[in-house]
């Protein structure tokens, strides 16, 4: 049940952007199990140790296509507003190596903060991934 609704949200979600060719194939791709296709996670858990507050951090996760079939990235959503993430526009070719980039804002975040990256693809088995990071923000010196 959860399958098909995340199947048809997923769907919708796409069809309802621009309704380009591209969102179409990108929505049959993420629905369809003929298109599915297998990932290997080189970073999905990273810790960046310390940072004074206010610095913006960025971080990165890779990862190889190790399916026979075009991985395609449908969607990146950051756990909390501090992180904006970035993902890959095209599909990555079989055998090919890409990377999940996102960018923490530490301001008035001090302290361990744990934060959570869900990307849903076409892979087989599992399509939300958590890619996980943590950072201890140490408060400014006033």
Known sequence: MRYLLFTFLTGALFAACSGGKNDKAIATAMTDSAHFTTIQWLDS??????????????????????????????????????TIAEQPQEPVAPGKEGVIRAHFDSDGRTGINHKTLFVFANTRGIQEHRLQFMVEVQKKNS
């Open 45 to 82: 858990v990273r810790d960046y140790g310390k940072i004074p507050e206010g610095q913006k951090l960025d971080v990165s996760f890779r990862f190889v296509n190790t399916g026979s079939l075009p991985l395609v990235i449908g969607r990146v959503q950051p756990s909390c507003g501090c």
